[in-house]
T-cell receptor, first 111, second 114 residues
């Protein structure tokens, strides 16, 4: 559903930082996730953040959460060509064990 | 471990034909899900099974049925395929780890209905 929104496309040069943004509407969201989908494959969990946190860092990945604005971002430092993929944000709400996904952002990394 | 296995990987159907998409997981997960992926629309939940013996509708259940055959297997059936069901279908599962238990996805079934 469109409760979670992302821009469709991002292009960066190898070695630059990438920032992928996501907005969501449900204030009861508990966990927020970033998934990566490579061509012809399913989605793989990259990282997640609990809603009472505002930042989480995991190697080259930094997740920022602005709960007031319902805005989530994923920063990839030193972006590599292998990072080219579609990135999905997803939210899990208090109501159940299901995720609501955004439409995905296609990241293209140019050498 | 194979994780989540979906069959077939590709399928072409004619309008009105029926088929069943198969999904199996070997991680002893309780919950299983069927999503469809359409360009620019992300993943939309079709049906899910919170535990063996239960199934519930998701966001877009019309035109589909599911069966949770046992803890491992969760199938999706299209009784009378329509071109609007052309999509990539993903099965996923998750364990009992609470809210931080991630979804594990299969590699998808690419279905074309002509």
């Amino acid at each position: 559903g469109e409760d979670v929104e992302q821009s469709l496309f991002l292009s960066v040069r190898e070695g630059d930082s990438s920032v992928i943004n996501c907005t969501y509407t449900d204030s009861s969201s508990t966990y927020l996730y970033w998934y990566k989908q490579e061509p012809g494959a399913g989605l793989q969990l990259l990282t997640y953040i609990f809603s009472n946190m505002d930042m989480k860092q995991d190697q080259r990945l930094t997740v920022l959460l602005n709960k007031k604005d319902k805005h989530l971002s994923l920063r990839i430092a030193d972006t590599q060509t292998g990072d080219s993929a579609i990135y999905f944000c997803a939210e899990r709400r208090n109501a159940g064990n299901m995720l609501t996904f955004g439409g995905g952002t296609r990241l293209m990394v140019k050498p | 471990n194979a994780g989540v296995t979906q069959t077939p990987k590709f399928q072409v159907l004619k309008t009105g034909q029926s088929m069943t998409l198969q999904c199996a997981q070997d991680m002893n997960h309780n919950s299983m899900y069927w999503y469809r992926q359409d360009p620019g629309m992300g993943l939309r939940l079709i049906y899910y099974s919170a535990s063996e013996g239960t199934t519930d509708k998701g966001e877009v259940p019309n035109g589909y049925n599911v069966s949770r055959l046992n803890k491992r297997e969760f199938s999706l059936r299209l009784e009378s395929a329509a071109p609007s069901q052309t999509s990539v279908y993903f099965c996923a599962s998750t364990g009992r780890g609470g809210y931080n238990s991630p979804l594990h996805f299969g590699n998808g079934t690419r279905l074309t209905v002509t």
